[in-house]
């Protein structure tokens, strides 16, 4: 495994984590201070961190005793130390306070990385969803057919 694989691996692995136990702070820590988020949701972009922590924290706090666990599937990554890009398909599966599957979602996101501060973080963040021909409803579950 590459240093850049390894760096991203620490970040996906903190993503997870952050999200999980709904530590804002330790996922806008992820995040370069100028990052813009084209989020799937609502809103057309974030500039910022401070747009982007109203965000999270409004979906993190909204979710009462449930939680989300994250899993990436079919990640690649390409760049160097310094600059990365990362792109997978996302599943954000919402679970009970015993742990127990309540629902899914997948998203296609991507992230752009740079170093800041000797450290890798997203400066760029993409997440989207195939808009359906028929219904034009975004699809936010794969087939087997589309892997």
């Given amino acids: 495994m590459s240093d850049i694989d390894k760096s991203i691996a620490r970040i996906v692995e903190s993503y997870k984590a952050a999200v999980f136990a709904k530590d804002v702070p330790a996922l806008m820590r992820l995040y370069d201070p100028a990052v813009r988020v084209f989020d799937a949701w ?20 909204s979710l009462g005793t449930e939680r989300v666990k994250v899993s990436f599937d079919e990640a690649r990554t390409v760049g160097s130390p310094d600059f990365a890009l990362h792109s997978a398909i996302v599943t954000y599966a919402g679970v009970d306070a015993d ?22 973080r997203i400066v760029h963040e993409h997440t989207s969803a195939p808009i359906g021909f028929e219904d034009s409803k975004a699809i936010l579950q794969r087939d087997a057919a589309s892997k």
């Avoid at 809103?43 to 993190?60: D, F, N, P």
């Fill in 42 to 61: 609502g809103v057309w972009s974030y500039e910022g961190i401070e747009a982007w922590q109203r965000t999270a924290e409004g979906w993190l706090h």
């Fill in 99 to 120: 742990g127990q599957p309540l629902r899914a979602m997948q998203n296609r996101l991507t992230w752009v990385l740079r170093t800041s501060g000797h450290v890798l």
